[in-house]
């Protein structure tokens, strides 16, 4: 059975997309600790993340570099947070979550939600500051 993941990439399922291309997508985590808290994923379905082949896992680093650099302009933070977390998804993943402190990563199961406009306006935003 695909990963919830693919479901995404295959829109079978709908997500709050920041950025894709062919091979990538990165797209807002509904239950995110943060404001702007973004997964960044291969298109292809890989379980764990060293697991991916060399051009695909570069590739992916070079993705999530460029979706935080408009995340951050798009989300006021100090950092943007880089964190590999998750065995509930098998499917490799990234999250980008903006930081006003250590706190925003290091306490990683304190989720919220936000109204689905808010979030349809922050994927936009994001979207708009990723070159």
């Known amino acids: 059975m695909a990963s919830i993941f693919t479901r ?3 829109g079978e399922i709908p997500a709050y997309k920041v950025a894709e291309d062919e091979n990538y997508l990165a797209f807002l985590d509904v239950f995110p600790t943060a404001k702007g808290h973004t997964l960044v994923i291969p298109k292809k379905e890989v379980d764990y993340l060293f697991d991916l082949d060399d051009e695909t ?5 070079m993705f999530a570099k460029k979706v935080a650099v ?3 302009k798009a989300v ?10 998750g065995l509930e998804v098998r499917h490799a993943h990234i999250h980008l979550v903006p930081m006003q402190s250590e706190k925003d990563l290091l306490q990683f199961s304190d989720k919220t939600k936000f109204p689905p406009e808010e979030m349809e306006a922050l994927a936009k935003l994001i979207s708009e500051n990723i070159k």
């Open 57 to 61: 896992y570069a590739g992916l680093q």
């Open 8 to 10: 995404i990439v295959n």
């Open 76 to 85: 006021p933070c100090i950092k943007v947070g880089v964190m590999v977390l």
């Open 70 to 72: 408009g995340l951050k």
